[in-house]
């Protein structure tokens, strides 16, 4: 299973963090992406900026494509129903 995730999270091309484009109409709750240059959540219909300090306020969604950070596992998991833990910087913005 790590090696599956391992190989799902890295681009054998750069050795970095693999990221994929995507509609942003397909992505469930859960799902980190890029836009604006920031990593950003996506839950409860709205983009909640991310920071080393916890999640900023919401922003409304936008867009049609976006740049995706979760990997495809992760995300076949989401779709499938998981409810992941949220951190508490989601229910109080720093």
Do not use: C
């Amino acid at each position: 299973m790590d090696n599956a995730l391992h190989t799902a999270r890295i681009d054998p091309a750069t050795r970095g963090q693999a990221r994929m484009n995507g509609a942003l109409a397909s992505l469930p709750d859960g799902t980190m992406i890029v836009t604006g240059g920031q990593p950003h959540l996506i839950w409860q219909d709205a983009f909640w900026p991310y920071t080393p300090a916890g999640y900023q306020a919401p922003r409304s969604k936008k867009g049609t494509e976006v740049i995706i950070l979760t990997p495809a596992p992760h995300l076949e998991i989401l779709r499938a129903g998981y409810a992941p833990a949220l951190h508490h910087t989601l229910i109080t913005p720093v």
